[in-house]
């Protein structure tokens, strides 16, 4: 354990529970489920409403060998393939082989998908799969749909919640396992203020950090809540410098910031082009796959192309589909750009990289179990091995909900021979100094730049040093007032600092990977690098609030960690 904890005021009221659950996307909402059927007292808590995770914004659609001719098998080797050398097989397989079965529980719970005509799921295609195994909901609006359906349980369920809570902390026992987190809950009623919520386990389901750049596809929410609580607590974290960088994102003009409209995979999977102003697909001839080719070729080809014409943005061209096939297929896409003065039935749509997915996280094994005990992590949060370099299209609800199985799994395993939570402060806490809110846009800024798309050892060393000079001096631990220029405690300034904790972490890595993999693009490092690179990065926060940056060899990769219930 590290002791170090962000400056906020002391937990003015506390609730028990069996396990509390951070997180409403699906990830978070399936274990929570799966932890309530088996008996046990389950938390769920959330930043904003409870149908507002990340969930919700997923578009094309989730991933799973449910079609005449597919199997597990051929969706692994389409995995490994996007991965770009650093998938762990073992959760890829685990992926793949649970999937299906855990996308049928998933109807069973009232999720429900497009059909065809003969009633069978309709399936797409999406970049890097050979086989259209993509399975969606209102055309364009699957993780709306999952959404609703998990919501919809967990209410009827009564499984207990808390809206509006941000969390701060993880809290400890003597023995330093998991016993709860500290939550800031944002609002009037039962629960206000700073609290904590006691529990002998944890599990994260925070979603994703993408507002740690200017533009993503990230809702406001995704300030890396869950990664910067696990390094304060000690937890390792891994390959986060592998960012993906959505290659299809509606082009709003030059210095856009904040969420941008998503234009989803499946528009491509139906035929859609990428073209230049002059009309020409220069994905040609670039891979077999041509604008199915896995995300960071797209984006590398978008980029490319985009340098080449001193333009600032591609076009991706679906006029062929007609009106029709626009309004019954992807209406919320159709909606989006005609809110922004697009017509797609009629006109190419500007499209340009956007921060889209975190392919590292929190460092699990297979049953979702940290390096800290205790506390879980699932979906995009953790690093569970299954992405590697590159996330293959629609894997990640799919890897939310199987882990999320295994984790509830692992808990109700282990909740027999575990106690009531009982946390105890650490001796010598470490202070965390807060950002005034105002470093936000300067770190976003930092990072799109430095540490975006395109990067170099002179891009991300520069972003390291604008970053370290943001970095803050530690309060004294009998100086809870923080006189160290800490900003003062508030949702903003929480989430100010839990961006730069992990913009640090992400630099650092990038730094050292001195290569192109994946997502991972070194202008001055062009080639894949197997003899040196064919390896994790693992970070960890060390008491001084440094970062301890090692490799690990990709047969450690998942840790292996013993508990009662383990999946390996």
Request: contains cysteine; charged residues 25%.
């Amino acid at each position: 354990m590290t002791g170090i904890r962000l400056h906020a005021p002391t937990p003015g009221w506390a609730i028990d529970a069996d396990v509390v659950v951070v997180g409403s996307g699906v990830a978070g909402l399936t274990a929570a489920l799966r932890c309530t059927a088996a008996g046990l007292r389950t938390v769920v808590v959330t930043k904003a409403r409870l149908d507002e995770g990340s969930t919700r914004w997923a578009q094309g659609g989730i991933a799973a060998a449910l079609g005449e001719g597919d199997t597990p098998e051929q969706h692994l080797d389409d995995t490994l393939v996007a991965g770009a050398g650093l998938c762990d097989e073992r959760a890829v397989r685990a992926l793949v082989t649970d999937g299906p079965d855990a996308v049928r529980r998933l109807i069973a719970t009232g999720a429900d998908f497009d059909r065809t005509a003969d009633g069978e799921i309709a399936l797409t295609r999406e970049g890097g799969h050979h086989r259209r195994r993509i399975a969606h909901a209102g055309g364009d609006a699957t993780g709306a749909e999952i959404s609703r359906a998990l919501v919809e349980a967990i209410r009827d369920r009564g499984v207990r919640f808390i809206e509006h809570a941000l969390v701060l902390d993880l809290l400890t026992d003597a023995e330093g396992r998991t016993a709860g987190v500290t939550l800031h809950v944002m609002g009037e009623g039962q629960h206000d203020g700073v609290g904590a919520v006691h529990a002998p386990a944890v599990v994260l389901a925070t979603g994703g950090m993408g507002q740690v750049f200017s533009a993503t596809t990230n809702p406001g929410v995704s300030t890396a809540d869950g990664v910067a609580l696990a390094l304060r607590a000690g937890a390792e974290v891994s390959d986060l410098e592998f960012v993906q960088f959505h290659p299809t994102v509606l082009f709003l003009g030059a210095g856009s910031e904040g969420q941008q409209p998503l234009v989803s995979e499946a528009v491509r999977g139906e035929g859609a082009h990428l073209v230049d102003a002059d009309g020409v697909r220069f994905m040609l001839g670039q891979h077999e796959l041509a604008e199915l080719a896995p995300r960071d070729i797209v984006a590398k080809g978008i980029i490319r192309r985009m340098q080449e014409r001193d333009a600032e943005h591609m076009y991706l061209d679906a006029r062929h589909f007609g009106a029709e096939m626009w309004a019954e297929r992807f209406p919320t896409i159709l909606a989006a750009c005609r809110s922004h003065g697009i017509d797609p039935v009629t006109e190419p749509i500007p499209v340009a990289p956007a921060a889209h997915y975190a392919s590292g996280g929190v460092r699990t094994d297979l049953s979702g179990r940290t390096t800290v005990p205790g506390l879980y992590a699932c979906g995009e949060v953790a690093c569970t091995g299954v992405h590697g370099a590159n996330r293959l299209a629609s894997n990640s609800l799919l890897e939310g909900l199987v882990f999320a199985e295994r984790i509830a799994e692992d808990v109700v395993a282990s909740a027999p021979g575990r106690g009531p939570a009982v946390p105890v402060e650490h001796p010598a806490p470490v202070v965390l100094p807060l950002l005034d809110p105002g470093a936000r846009r300067r770190i976003q800024r930092t990072m799109t730049l430095g540490a975006g798309v395109l990067r170099s050892a002179e891009s991300l060393r520069t972003a390291s040093r604008e970053l370290e000079a943001l970095h803050l001096p530690p309060a004294a631990p009998d100086d809870e007032a923080g006189d160290r220029k800490s900003a003062e405690p508030g949702v903003e300034s929480w989430e100010t600092t839990n961006l730069l904790t992990v913009a640090r972490l992400l630099v650092a890595a990038a730094d050292r990977r001195e290569e192109t993999r994946g997502c991972h693009w070194r202008e001055d490092h062009p080639d894949r690098d197997d003899a040196r690179w064919h390896r994790h990065l693992v970070v960890r926060l060390t008491p001084e609030r440094t970062l301890d940056v090692r490799t690990t060899d990709t047969s450690d990769f998942p840790p292996t960690l013993d508990a009662p219930g383990s999946r390996k």
